[in-house]
Structure formats: C-alpha cells, structure tokens
C-alpha cells in the first residue's frame, strides 16, 4: 500500500506565500505523473497542477504565473510553492499520484489552505 501525506497548509493573508509537501510512503511503480487538486467549500474538486514522470508540468489558468510545482524523487516528495495567494485560493489541497501503466490513482487525506484578511 502506499499512502500520501500532505503538510503545509495554514492560514494566510492575501498576498503571502505557503509552500505545501506530499510525502509518500515509498516509491511508486510506475507512476506516470503527480498532481495537486482542491477543494474548495461547495464547490466540485478541480485539478490544479501536474507534473510528469518526465518533468512536464502543466497549471489551470487561475494558478499560472503563481504556483510552482516540483518534486523530489530522491525523497518521493511532491511540493507546490504558492505565490501571491488570493482569497478565491481557499480550499483542502489534495495530493495525488497517477500510475498510468497500472491505471492506478493514490490520494492523500488533504491539507486546509485558508486565505483571509
């Protein structure tokens, strides 16, 4: 089994910056690619970064220009560096893991991000 850990998450005025952490217990075969989702209070979970087992990384619009995603494999960390956040930012952030090739998705459990004045 492999289980996900996420860390990071506070609260935050408008303007600062949280860094967040997913942990996995152990290396995944083959894994294709890890993503960041959100969930933010009534609203439906939407994808918000990815990265590739090659290091592509793609952003939804709304993040682009703020949010830096990364990894250490090494470490089997993913990180989301999150700049300039905005009030329309708050929300449980998930981490996933995407094992293409066994078509297999791992979740971690979330981590509350919370921008307010």
């Known amino acids: 089994q492999v289980q996900l850990v996420e860390s990071g998450g506070g609260l935050v005025q408008p303007g600062g910056s949280l860094r967040l952490s997913c942990a996995a217990s152990?290396?995944?075969?083959?894994?294709?690619?890890m993503k960041w989702f959100r969930q933010a209070p009534g609203k439906e979970r939407e994808l918000v970064a990815s990265?590739?087992?090659?290091?592509?990384?793609m952003y939804i619009a709304s993040v682009k220009g703020r949010f830096t995603i990364s990894r250490d494999n090494d470490k089997n960390t993913l990180y989301l560096q999150m700049n300039n956040l905005k009030p329309e930012d708050t929300a449980v952030y998930y981490c996933?893991?995407?094992?293409?090739?066994?078509?297999?998705?791992?979740w971690g459990s979330g981590t509350l991000v919370t921008v307010s004045s």
């Open positions: 152990r290396r995944i075969f083959g894994l294709s690619a």
């Open positions: 990265i590739t087992n090659g290091g592509k990384t």
């Open positions: 996933n893991a995407y094992a293409a090739q066994y078509a297999t998705n791992y």
